[in-house]
């Protein structure tokens, strides 16, 4: 079967929507003739024009403006911030602007387009170039956010956020880029707010995205080894979250563990377990736990950063504690 790598999945999700679609465009720091940071738009510009693939000045604050401009006047902007740390720059035209349009306007008017912006370690980019903001995007109403873990899933989210209504986050794990899958199945969209089941399992249930469903599926099999039979969910969209998936999981396994590569503290996993806590307690037969990055800036070290990044030897130990 022929080979996709995460990187070919994006690109061909952008190249498929703006042949669908001529009011797609794309938006960002060299997109257009250097093809992004990681090469993601490669190719558009020569096959689509400059018209459509504009390289944009250096200033995420501006960009994003014109991009909120652009939806509210017809276009389905795609924009690329390189970092997801640099999102701290693009706030206000996301959060005050295109999040609050459709609701300011008494539903009259959206804002279709889509953030994409890589976050994670595992590149050794440090404390400035490595943050998972995703949390606070899934805490502020009117955005969408998905995460990715797979090719398939990148390409399908990717799909499903260009023909969204109103504004979507795209969080892709840099340290995913070079993965790559065979395609036994024609590529498809892949609906916002639906859990993926990567794993089936008995005895707990792991809940995770992006990357760390990889470090989790990994923990699976060393516990497979233990005669433990952990289901793991890709939850692929965290705002909105498939709270049914894992309510479902966790009524047959009885046990959580919620796993991000992002800070433990106040992140998506606290959320996951609230609900979980309230909606699912007669379930639980123990603490639901989470697993994630201590409270501290991503370090450059690779040594520091392999310690930082929840591995699959934390989520064994989690596991232990809540099967004891």
């Given at each position: 079967m022929p080979e996709l790598r995460y990187l070919r999945a994006i690109n061909q999700a952008l190249a498929d929507a703006m042949d669908a679609d001529p009011n797609v465009v794309l938006f960002g720091e060299d997109v257009s003739e250097a093809g992004g940071s990681f090469g993601a738009t490669r190719g558009l510009r020569d096959r689509f024009g400059a018209e459509r693939v504009i390289d944009t000045p250096i200033s995420e604050a501006a960009l994003a403006g014109a991009a909120v401009g652009a939806a509210l006047s017809g276009l389905r902007p795609v924009l690329e911030i390189m970092f997801m740390d640099f999102t701290t720059l693009v706030m206000d035209a996301l959060v005050n602007q295109?999040?609050?349009?459709?609701?300011?306007f008494g539903g009259q008017r959206s804002v279709p387009?889509?953030?994409?912006?890589?976050h994670g370690g595992g590149i050794g980019a440090g404390p400035q170039h490595s943050q998972c903001l995703e949390a606070w995007f899934a805490h502020v109403p009117g955005l969408k956010v998905v995460c990715p873990a797979d090719?398939?899933?990148a390409y399908g989210l990717l799909r499903a956020a260009i023909a969204d209504p109103d504004p979507v986050i795209v969080v892709e794990n840099k340290a995913l880029y070079a993965m790559k899958v065979d395609v036994r199945e024609r590529l498809e969209v892949v609906p916002i707010g639906r859990a993926d089941t990567v794993r089936s399992g008995r005895d707990?249930?792991?809940?995770s995205y992006g990357a760390a469903v990889h470090t989790c599926v990994k923990a699976a099999r060393a516990l497979a080894a233990e005669g433990i039979e952990a289901e793991v969910i890709d939850l692929r969209s965290l705002q909105p979250w498939d709270e049914a998936a894992v309510l479902e999981s966790l009524q047959h396994t009885h046990r959580l563990i919620v796993v991000h590569e992002a800070v433990e503290a106040f992140g998506v996993g606290a959320e996951?377990?609230?609900r979980m806590a309230d909606i699912g307690f007669d379930e639980l037969d123990g603490p639901i736990l989470r697993v994630g990055a201590p409270f501290m800036p991503v370090p450059f070290?690779?040594?520091l950063e392999d310690a930082y990044i929840p591995s699959a030897d934390a989520i064994v130990r989690a596991a232990r504690r809540v099967l004891a």
């Open positions: 295109a999040a609050k349009a459709r609701f300011m387009m889509v953030v994409r912006t890589p090719p398939a899933s707990l249930t792991l809940v996951i377990a609230a070290s690779k040594a």
